[in-house]
């Protein structure tokens, strides 16, 4: 994640089955996106869809390349909130199969939000601040943490209706094992959670769409939707330009004021009938999200996947992306997850990090190159932030040097929100010192488990970019830190990552002047002096 002034661009994961997931786990409740079209302001920074590229004060790499930051000229940092969790989903099967995942599917935002750190919750709608850190070992570096937290759902409260409309991928590429399959029983443990009172439409696409199911009242239709998902077959192509389109329709026809209105696409995104650029679909993807706030939530599966087009589908749409490879995933997303998280808690949620130019020479956010949003935006409400549900963490971290002798405020963090009922804005902050005995510890040597994990994900996601985070251990030492904390904690999702570390150790090999042997021993030299 980097960014700063960092850029101010915003993006999206795209995955299946972590869609669907957070789709009703965490998606009816998230989104994000911007307008279209490409500026320039005043400090040169290029913007599309009012969002600057990255520019000054962080690693904006082009694709396949690396380049050294500058210091930022302003010292802000902003970004629209994000919980997608798609690209690390993704990352572990393709490492599972003994491939290296394509760095540009590497967003390392959505490495460290697939763990969930034990933050505060503020007792209102809203958003508690958390910051921490620590030395990473390199001169003068250290990893800050900015944790954002929401209320937990009430299972047994009111929350309004939700209108799904389900956009199936049915072409051939969807016969191999963990596609379809995986998306009916999905769908099928979905009609089992809904509400009565909630609402579910079927389109199904190949080289043509077709409507199944009509916008339908959950209550007695369960049996019904069961059949209509049980029924669906492969066939042919793969129109996704015809499949958004008709589903976009069915959602326009069914759409319900004051419900969760969604359209959700399961594919495996590789399009190619129709329009495979994705221009007239981002552009009736936007008017519709615009006219009626029908998002769109976009859950990946497949071995092989359309990464890029999934991604700006879903941030067309103000949506989300998740990525799902198995039963046991797409059961914790609509058995354990759906029924707590289809409750907004915020809407166009941003970030921004002040830092003290006098304490802080250098700061790198680590990943949301795509959430970015302009400085000058954060307060601009018709600027798209990301939409938040009950219950969630949102996490964001930078690598930051402090100057000799720097003391008193280092940095402010503040999120900014739109009460999802009123619309009516709010704001909260949380400042971090230079001294705090937090910031002056070693995280290896004195970092609890939740920082420490935080930061492992974050090396993990940047090792596989190629690139080059100060304190960086390699990924060896990764592997056993990852695997203690497994140890420690009895975390299936920890010893999950561990293995996703080793496998990429194997398959990158050492780095030059990395030693295997000193498994533990952090690497020295600043890359960024």
Known sequence: MERQKQGRVRRRGARLPAVLAALLAAGLAVGGCGASGERTSSDGARKSGGRAAPDAGTVAPREGEQRSPTPAPDYLSTFALDVDT????????????????????????????????????PKDNGFSVTLDGARTGTDGWSLLRVGLATRGADRKAERPPAALTFVVDVSGSMDEPGRLDLVKESLGLLADQLRDDDSIALVTFSDEAETKLPMTRVGDARGRIRETVEELATSSSTNVEAGVRTGYDVAVAGHRKGATNRVVLLSDALANTGDTEAESILARIDEERREYGITLFGVGVGSEYGDDFMERLADKGDGQTTYVSNSAQARKVFVDQLPAHVELRARDAK???????????????????????????????????????????????????????????????????????????????????????????????????????????????????????????????????????????????????????????????????????QEGELRSGDPYS
């Open 86 to 121: 798609a690209s690390y989903g993704y990352a572990r099967r393709t490492l599972a199969e003994g491939r290296l995942p394509d760095p540009t599917t590497v967003r390392p935002e959505e490495f460290v939000n697939s763990f969930r750190p034990d933050y505060p919750r």
């Open 351 to 517: 970030a921004q990090v002040a830092f003290e130019r006098g304490n802080v020479e250098k700061f790198r956010l680590i990943g949301y190159e795509n959430r970015a949003v302009a400085d000058e935006d954060f307060r601009n409400d018709r600027v798209d932030g990301g939409e938040i549900g009950a219950g969630h963490t949102v996490t964001a971290l930078y690598a930051v040097k402090t100057r000799p002798g720097a003391s008193g405020p280092m940095a402010t963090a503040t999120v900014r929100w739109l009460d999802p009922v009123t619309r009516a804005p709010h704001e909260r902050s949380d400042t971090v010192m230079a001294g705090a005995p937090a910031l002056a510890a070693d995280i290896w040597a004195e970092g609890h488990d939740s920082l420490q994990l935080t930061a492992i994900a974050a090396y993990f996601a940047d090792a596989l970019r190629g690139g080059d985070l100060p304190g960086f251990p390699g990924l060896p030492a990764l592997t056993n830190r990852a695997g203690a904390i497994a140890d420690r904690s009895g975390s299936a999702v920890v010893r999950e990552l561990a293995d996703a570390i080793r496998q990429a150790s194997g398959l990158l090999g050492p780095r030059e002047g990395e030693n295997p042997s």
